[in-house]
T-cell receptor, first 117, second 110 residues
Framework: DAGVIQSPRHEVTEMGQEVTLRCKPI?????LFWYRQTMMRGLELLIY????????DSGMPEDRFSAKMPNASFSTLKIQPSEPRDSAVYFC???????????????FGQGTRLTVV | KQEVTQIPAALSVPEGENLVLNCSFTDSAIYNLQWFRQDPGKGLTSLLL?????REQTSGRLNASLDKSSGRSTLYIAASQPGDSATYLCAKNAGNKLTFGGGTRVLVKP
């Protein structure tokens, strides 16, 4: 398997524009996670899905952020409108159960570096 | 209070020295603890996962221990090499989602 695939790798956009980040999880993984990494706050969980259903979106910072998972092989994270403070690296990760359904090992994509100017 | 803490934030050692990286966490009700490596501008690579029932896990020069009662995990890297230079992050899994420490940035000098 090619691992978790994210696109684009880099995105530069102007404030106010809509940004869509994409993720293809590892085939067979039941869980998909979106994380954001900044120097100030480190890695933070934004939202995660189980079997395409959003389970916990308490980390989504504002209504400007939304995420979807229309099928088991694709997810999007959308920011509309984007602001300079959204500049960060956004990671997608997927995982599968190890025995206990909560005992999961996570695998990360290469990330999307977003710059909002 | 930080749920997961990694101290020190940065570490520099000469090549060949053993590395000891510390991770402390609150709430001992974890399912597993995972150690990752992150190179600059790259994603996270999973190094080791220790399940809550285990006390340690080994892979090559890497050994990770877990003490749930004290809320600590330690990653040992034997005979460090310049290629080990990276940021190392630990993350606790207390129910599917991972909570990360701030990471330890390691520099191994030739």
């Amino acid at each position: 398997d090619a691992g978790v695939i994210q696109s684009p790798r880099h995105e530069v956009t102007e404030m106010g524009q809509e940004v869509t980040l994409r993720c293809k999880p590892i085939s067979g993984h039941d869980y998909l996670f979106w994380y954001r990494q900044t120097m100030m706050r480190g890695l933070e969980l934004l939202i995660y899905f189980n079997n395409n259903v959003p389970i916990d979106d308490s980390g989504m910072p504002e209504d400007r952020f939304s995420a979807k998972m229309p099928n088991a092989s694709f997810s999007t994270l959308k920011i509309q409108p984007s602001e300079p403070r959204d500049s960060a690296v956004y990671f997608c990760a997927s995982s599968y159960p190890k025995g206990d359904t909560l005992n999961t090992e996570a695998f990360f994509g290469q990330g999307t570096r977003l710059t909002v100017v | 209070k930080q749920e997961v803490t990694q101290i020190p934030a940065a570490l520099s050692v000469p090549e060949g020295e053993n590395l000891v990286l510390n991770c402390s966490f609150t709430d001992s009700a974890i399912y597993n603890l995972q150690w990752f490596r992150q190179d600059p501008g790259k994603g996270l690579t999973s190094l080791l996962l220790i399940q809550s029932s285990q006390r340690e896990q080994t892979s090559g020069r890497l050994n990770a221990s877990l003490d749930k009662s004290s809320g600590r995990s330690t990653l040992y890297i034997a005979a460090s090499q310049p290629g080990d230079s990276a940021t190392y992050l630990c993350a606790k899994n207390a129910g599917n989602k991972l909570t990360f420490g701030g990471g330890t940035r390691v520099l191994v000098k030739p």
